[in-house]
């Protein structure tokens, strides 16, 4: 079955950096585009990267374009977000998800704050 594991939260001061991953398997992880999403408390969802199955196209939003890096290595199945400059409002829950796909994983959680 479609398993997502992410990894490498945890608390950073601002300013500071992270590079979160993302384990996918029980599905072609290269023919699909993935994204990495993120929930703050008490607030919906949200896209914050997305990454073409090939690796060749990369969107971000706006609130963190400039600061944030999608990338992927189809190879070892495994999506990335590289985040530097880090915000306070950049604390929350990230997630990844295959595009098309409802599957999530259980997501890692991003504390920025000094």
């Known amino acids: 079955q479609v398993q997502l594991v992410e990894s490498g939260g945890g608390l950073v001061q601002p300013g500071g950096s992270l590079r979160l991953s993302c384990t996918a398997s029980?599905?072609?992880?290269?023919?699909?585009?993935m994204d990495w999403y993120r929930q703050a408390p008490e607030k919906s969802r949200e896209l914050v990267a997305t990454?073409?199955?090939?690796?060749?196209?990369?969107d971000y939003a706006d609130s963190v374009k400039g600061r944030f890096t999608i990338s992927r290595d189809n190879a070892k199945n495994t999506l990335y977000l590289q985040m530097t400059s880090l915000r306070p409002e950049d604390t929350a829950v990230y997630y990844c998800?295959?595009?098309?796909?409802?599957?999530w994983g259980q997501g890692t959680q991003v504390t920025v704050s000094s």
């Open positions: 990454i073409s199955s090939s690796g060749g196209f990369m």
């Open positions: 029980g599905f072609t992880f290269s023919r699909y585009r």
């Open positions: 998800k295959a595009r098309g796909s409802n599957n």
